[in-house]
Structures are given as C-alpha cells and as structure tokens.
C-alpha cells in the first residue's frame, strides 16, 4: 500500500470514531489505493461499497487533513462520486 493509504487509514479512523454511518465507502484514490470504511472503521483494501468517493491523492491529502470541504471538492469537480449520496453526505459531515 502506498504511504498516502496508510495515513489516510490512521486519520480517518481518528475523524470516524464512534461515527454510526449505516454502510460501505470506498475511497479510491487515483495512483495510490483505496480505503474502505464501514462501521468497524477504516482499513486499505478495495471492493464492493455502498458509496465509491474518486479523488486524486492531493484533492484527498487535502479533505482529510481539513483544508477542503469534500462538499465544495465534489461541487468543483474534484470529487466523484458513485452510489448512494445519502452515505456520502453523512461521510462530509463527519469529515468536516
């Protein structure tokens, strides 16, 4: 896994704690991996999600760290996203 996978694992499981988001996200970051959550918490690995978030590694480094709104980055284009954007939207608000 890249470097960018493995801290993107330890932040979003410090953002995610004790957050019930009811489902499966994926965070597929161009180049690097993918990082999946659900209840349990946030690990590296790929597959099924009930929402799949797109971004490259900058646009992500820059949602989890707190820099950009993963609204605004969705709005602007820089975040795709696929599946059930009730999920998503849950996701944000805990991310923010």
Do not use: H
Not at 4 to 29: H, M, P, R, S, Y
């Amino acid at each position: 896994m890249s470097e960018i996978v493995d801290q993107a694992v330890v932040v979003l499981n410090e953002k995610l704690a004790g957050e019930d988001f009811g489902g499966t996200a994926k965070f597929d970051i161009e180049g690097e991996g993918a990082v999946m959550m659900d209840d349990a918490g946030a690990r590296a690995g790929d597959g099924p999600a009930d929402v799949t978030l797109s971004a490259d590694a900058d646009t992500f480094s820059s949602i989890i760290s707190g820099e950009t709104n993963p609204t605004s980055a969705f709005m602007s284009g820089k975040l795709k996203i696929d599946g059930d954007m009730g999920l998503a939207m849950k996701l944000a608000a805990a991310l923010a």
